[in-house]
């Protein structure tokens, strides 16, 4: 009888400890944003960038509202809010945040590189190939040469 008992109990225990791993870990939702695994930068962002350089606001929307799609977490909600934008000013302005996120909490390809202007608000980065000239998606046209390597 007393083994029976033994065998139930280390039964209990063995389920318990089987649920218990399969849980997800308790997280406070604020923490849940910062924990999201920031990999390489997708091309979508790459996109979008392009687009904003380009005075593009079509292509710039449908790359940022991909960009939404295929991510989670901050960068998800930063790029809704940047493909939500009314115009080319509110849109470049909301990719400024997005942006520079991206070039400080995730990875990008040995081509590509940051990008730094300090003509668009205070200073602005934003990441794309290191060997093609600048395209700067905060100034567009207008300034599409504005900018310099920083890494």
């Known amino acids: ?8 109990g280390v039964l209990i225990l063995i389920s318990l400890w089987g649920w218990m791993a399969k849980r997800e870990p308790s997280t406070p939702s604020a923490t849940k944003a910062a924990v ?9 962002y790459m996109d979008a960038a392009s687009a904003l ?10 790359s940022l509202t991909r960009l ?3 991510s989670r977490g901050d960068l998800q909600a930063r ?9 080319l000013g509110a849109m470049r ?3 400024k ?15 590509y ?13 934003w990441i794309q190939k290191r060997d093609a000239p600048i395209a700067n998606p905060y100034l567009g046209k207008s300034g599409a040469a504005c900018g310099s390597f920083v890494d």
Do not use: Q, W
């Not at 009888?1 to 065998?7: V, W």
């Not at 999201?36 to 979508?44: A, G, I, L, N, R």
């Not at 380009?54 to 449908?62: C, H, I, L, R, W």
């Not at 590189?113 to 980065?125: E, Q």
């Open 79 to 87: 790029a809704r809010h940047a493909a939500k934008a009314a115009d």
């Open 36 to 44: 999201v695994s920031y990999t390489t930068v997708p091309m979508s």
């Open 53 to 62: 350089a380009e005075d593009d606001f079509a292509k710039a929307k449908a």
């Open 97 to 111: 945040t997005l942006s520079e996120n991206a070039a400080i909490f995730m990875s990008y390809p040995a081509d």
């Open 1 to 8: 009888m007393k083994r029976i008992s033994i065998l139930v």
């Open 68 to 70: 939404a799609e295929e």
């Open 113 to 125: 590189a940051v990008v730094s202007c300090s003509m668009y608000k205070g200073g602005s980065k």
């Open 93 to 95: 302005e909301a990719f």
